[in-house]
């Protein structure tokens, strides 16, 4: 009898949860709808994610075919967006360039997210001197300006593609530390990571079970925000020809190529530089409105 | 103050010594050997075994480490792989014009930040209130360097108004600095918004209205009084990535500052003029950000930094 009492207990316990968690879902979605903004910037961003898919499909050229009869070609029918100095079709390097320009964005997010969930995590958690060597360490960091660090790593590293999404990746890192290690610090003092702890749930447990669920909101929302740095951070890099190399078609680069010809044809430089903005903005308007609806406090 | 400001420069000593061991790690992150490498292609062995020797890379890391630290404390950044010059001689000529383009770049940031977030939050959710803030966040997504492109596209090879590159004179600054401040301008002009927003749902400024004093007394006087207090923060927050931007102002702008050293440096492969650049554009944010707290402090002094 008492273990069918508790037995329904645990059924009942179990489905409040799962009805709590969609009704949270629920509101975080409703939320999110009604902020405009953050509606028009999560179609950018799905729009350029279907462009990945689509380049093979949609691109009416090769993106690297040479063919210098046609180059420098204003924008027009058959080149809806011109062509380059060596007679490449744009709009199909842009296309193409839109895998290379997120797939850049996301890695070096997820790569600046991972680590530094993890130090702030542990910052968070241990405090004291394991603190203490933590924080000083993002504090140098964050005293490099700007990409001035992303610079002196792919000074080290030399100039490619996947080094720019390093080099960002670390200069990201103190960013998601800084704010996990708040959250965390937070958290931890709550009575139920006490009432887990008297359970005997290692540390291992407590970090990553019961305090890391508990702080994504506000990873999401800076991974969101995060990621229009990423993305602008990384095109300059390649705009510098420090990240893509040539025949690439990273934005960035591409951007570059086309600032020689500003006088003769500024559609070059002018569409791969649209195409970085509109994304950014994209990123922008939905990192503010999933701000707005995971974590009010951080409303503006 | 004083005490205030002795007690920051303490704070900061440990994050210099940290920048440096990150710049001096460069170095050692660089693969293969670094004697190879600083002797260029084609060096005879024994002109690479003299110059491990020269440059003390035959010693342990942290003996290394402690003299490259003693050289920079004596100005000594190394000389260029390129020329051969001390590296320090070449960023003394490119800092100041570097710096000059920082400060008109700031100076575009606060005044046309401050300007545009005022006429924001005078009239919440008025049309110009949008437009102003529609205009931010495209000032925010546009990256500089196109930014930088578009304006010169628009004003020096279209509208010949302006020169193309360089820096020479007033007029080639203008551009550069538009460019430069238009991102931490749509920040600023954010922030004063929402900071002056949430100042005018005081009740000290409900006393001011009921007083009968004059709209631009209230907003002058005591509103943008208190929200200029988080804005300076972001300021100096922003200069951070204005310098940083540098690297791809003075790029497009061919602007031979401190920035395009670096990268020109990155592209040749010469390392001690990268390690020397970014190790004092570092030192020059660290300094700034003092000035902004101790800036800080004075706007505030209900603030206790201590």
């Given at each position: ?300 | ?25 460069i170095m ?10 600083l ?16 440059l ?21 950044l190394g000389n260029s792989l390129k020329?051969n010059?001390p590296v320090?001689?070449e ?174 440096a990155?592209?040749?492969?010469d390392i001690p003029m990268v390690q020397g650049g ?29």
């Amino acid at each position: 009898m008492t273990v069918n009492t508790s037995l329904v207990n645990t059924v009942d316990l179990v489905l409040a949860r799962k009805k709590i968690r969609r009704e949270k879902r629920r509101l975080f979605f409703s939320t999110l709808g009604q902020n405009k903004a953050a509606v028009v910037g999560g179609i950018i961003i799905l729009f350029y994610i279907s462009l990945t898919f689509l380049a093979p499909i949609l691109a009416p050229y090769d993106p690297y075919a040479i063919n210098l009869q046609d180059k420098l070609q204003f924008p027009s029918w058959t080149h809806w967006m011109g062509t380059d100095d060596k007679g490449r079709d744009i709009l199909s390097r842009i296309l193409y360039g839109s895998r290379l320009s997120l797939g850049v964005g996301f890695s070096s997010v997820f790569f600046g997210a991972f680590f530094g969930i993890i130090l702030g995590l542990v910052a968070g958690y241990y405090g004291k001197w394991v603190d203490t060597i933590i924080s000083r360490s993002l504090d140098v960091m964050l005293a490099f300006p700007g990409i001035l660090l992303a610079l002196a790593i792919i000074s080290a590293l030399g100039p490619s593609l996947i080094n720019v999404t390093i080099a960002v990746g670390v200069f990201s890192i103190p960013l998601f530390a800084r704010i996990v290690r708040g959250s965390t610090m937070e958290i931890k003092q709550l009575e139920y990571i006490d009432a887990i702890r008297t359970l005997g749930a290692n540390d291992f447990t407590i970090i990553f079970r019961h305090i890391f669920p508990n702080i994504l909101s506000p990873i999401i929302v800076q991974g969101s925000l995060r990621l229009a740095t990423a993305i602008l951070s990384a095109a300059g890099l390649s705009f510098l020809g420090l990240g893509a190399q040539p025949p690439s078609p990273e934005w960035g680069a591409m951007l570059s190529s086309g600032r020689d010809f500003l006088f003769s044809a500024p559609y070059m430089a002018i569409f791969p530089g649209l195409m970085i903005s509109v994304l950014v903005l994209g990123f922008n308007l939905f990192g503010d409105g999933l701000r707005d609806a995971l974590d009010p406090r951080m409303k503006k | 103050m004083f005490l205030f400001i002795i007690k920051r420069l303490l704070q900061i000593v440990p994050v210099i010594l940290g920048v440096t061991l990150v710049v001096f790690l460069i170095m050692q992150m660089v693969p293969g050997d670094s004697a190879v490498i600083l002797a260029g292609e084609g060096a005879s062995k024994e002109t690479v075994e003299q110059l491990r020797v020269d440059l003390g890379l035959n010693k342990p890391m942290h003996e290394q480490y402690i003299s490259y630290i003693s050289n920079v404390v004596q100005g000594d950044l190394g000389n260029s792989l390129k020329n051969n010059q001390p590296v320090l001689d070449e960023i003394l000529i490119r800092l100041p014009i570097t710096m000059e383009l920082a400060f008109f770049s700031i100076l575009i940031t606060v005044v046309l930040g401050l300007i545009a977030g005022i006429i924001s939050a005078v009239r919440p959710y008025s049309y110009s209130d949008i437009g102003v803030m529609v205009v931010a966040l495209l000032g925010i997504s546009l990256p500089s360097f196109w930014l930088g492109i578009l304006l010169m596209y628009v004003f020096s090879i279209k509208l010949q108004w302006l020169p193309v590159a360089g820096w020479d004179s007033t007029a080639h600054i203008i551009l550069p600095a538009i460019t430069l401040g238009a991102g931490g301008a749509a920040i600023v002009a954010r922030m004063t918004r929402s900071s002056m927003l949430e100042v005018v749902g005081q009740d000290y400024i409900r006393t001011a209205k009921a007083k009968g004093l004059a709209e631009h007394v209230i907003i002058y006087k005591h509103a943008l009084r208190n929200a200029l207090i988080p804005v300076i923060t972001v300021v100096g927050l922003q200069f951070g990535s204005l310098l940083g931007g540098t690297v791809l102002v003075e790029s497009v702008f061919a602007i031979n500052g401190l920035g395009r050293m670096i990268v020109d440096a990155i592209r040749t492969r010469d390392i001690p003029m990268v390690q020397g650049g970014v190790l004092v554009a570092s030192l020059v944010f660290v300094f700034v950000n003092l000035l902004v707290d101790t800036m800080y402090r004075v706007f505030n002094k209900r603030i206790d930094l201590n």
